[in-house]
C-alpha cells in the first residue's frame, strides 16, 4: 500500500523549517501556575483591583455600574485615548500587567527548552487592542532595563488569523508544489476559527508557491462558548465539520487547488496518534478520554476534496499560532511565542540552519 504523504504524526515537533522545542508548559509558582500572571484574564482581574482602589481615593466610580467583566476591549481602548480618570485606572493596570509579563518571560527563559531565545512574540486576543499593544511595548521596556537580552514583539497577524496561517508551516513542504490552498482551523475555549488558507506562487516562478505569503480567505468565527446549544463535545465536533463542509464546497465554486488535509489546532498536548492528553479542560465535554480521537471523528463525517478523502492533522493552538511568526523570525536561531487569552498560551522553536542561510 502506498504510504499517504499528507499523513504524518500528530502534534509533530519536527517540521519542515523548525523544530519545537516545547509547548505548553505548566511551570508552577506556589499553588498556580506562572503563565496565568499574564493573561488577559489576569489583566482583567487587576483592572478590576485598581478600579476598587480609584473609587475608594475618589468616591466615585469611573467606569459607572457596568461590571468589569463587561466593559469590552474597545471601551477600554476608547477610555485610555480620553485620558481622564478611568484612563488613569487603565494604565495603572498596564503597568502592573507589563511587569507580570516580564516576569513571566523572565521565569520561562529559565526553562531549558526555553534557553538561547532571543525573541518572543506574543499573541492571542489581547494584543489586538491598543491597551495590549501598550502593554508588551511597556513589558520589553522593562526587560531591557533589567539588561535580559530577550526582545518582546506583538504577532504580525490577526489573532483570528494567525492560528490558522500557521498551518502553512506545519503541512509537508511538498504539498506546496501541487496544491494552492488548505483548509485550517482552531479550536479556543470561546470561539472556534476555520478558513481557506492561500499560498501564491512567486512572481515568474511558475508552480512554486511561498509559504510565507499565505493569506486566509473565507473566515468563518463561531462563539460557541456563548452559543447554549454547544454543552457537547459531539456538538462543537459536528459545528466544527458543517463549517469545513460549507468551505470545501466553496473552494470547489471557486475552482481552487485546494489540498486534502485539514490542519486544526487546539488546546494540550497532542500525542502522535491524535489523542489530546492534557490541556482541554475549558473545552465542552471530555476530549482527552482516551477513546476520543478528534481527527477521526472528522474524517468520518468531512466530503471529499476533490474525489480524495481528507486527512485531518492536529497540532496544539499556541504551537501553530507561533509558526505564523515565522517569517520574521528567520534573523533568530531560537524564539518563542506566548498567547494571551483566557490562559497563556506557551511554545519555543529552533530554527533549521538550512533555513537561515
Known sequence: MQKNPLRQPHGSPDLPAVTISSYSLELREGKGFVGDRASRTAFRAGLDRWRKLYRRLLGEDVFGVMPTEDIGERAVDELLREEGDAAAVILSAMEDHAAQLARVVRRFARHPSWQGVQRVAIGGGFKQSLAGRRTIRRADQLLREAKVEIRLRAMHHHSDEGGLIGWVHVAPAALWRHYDAMLAVDIGGTNVR????????????????????????????????????????????????????????????????????????????????????????????????????????????????????????????????????????????????????????????????????
Request: with cysteine.
Open 194 to 357: 476555520c478558513g481557506i488558507v492561500r499560498v501564491s506562487g512567486k512572481e515568474g516562478d511558475g508552480k512554486r508557491r511561498d509559504p510565507d505569503a499565505a493569506r486566509v480567505g473565507n473566515l468563518r468565527k463561531w462563539g460557541h462558548a456563548a452559543d447554549k446549544e454547544t454543552t457537547h463535545r459531539e456538538h462543537l465536533v459536528q459545528g466544527i465539520a458543517d463549517m469545513l463542509t460549507r468551505l470545501i464546497d466553496k473552494a470547489d465554486k471557486k475552482g481552487l487547488k485546494l489540498a486534502p488535509l485539514v490542519g486544526v489546532a487546539c488546546p494540550g498536548h497532542i500525542h502522535g496518534d491524535g489523542v489530546i492528553t492534557s490541556g482541554a479542560q475549558n473545552l465542552p465535554g471530555d476530549w482527552e478520554h482516551e477513546n476520543f480521537h478528534l481527527p477521526h471523528k472528522l474524517m468520518e463525517v468531512l466530503p471529499s476534496i476533490n474525489g480524495i478523502p481528507p486527512t485531518v492533522c492536529l497540532h496544539n493552538d499556541a504551537v501553530v499560532q507561533g509558526l505564523s511568526e515565522l517569517p520574521w523570525m528567520r534573523d533568530v536561531s531560537r524564539w518563542a511565542v506566548l498567547t494571551m487569552g483566557t490562559g497563556l498560551g506557551n511554545a519555543s522553536y529552533v530554527n533549521d540552519e538550512a533555513q537561515e542561510d
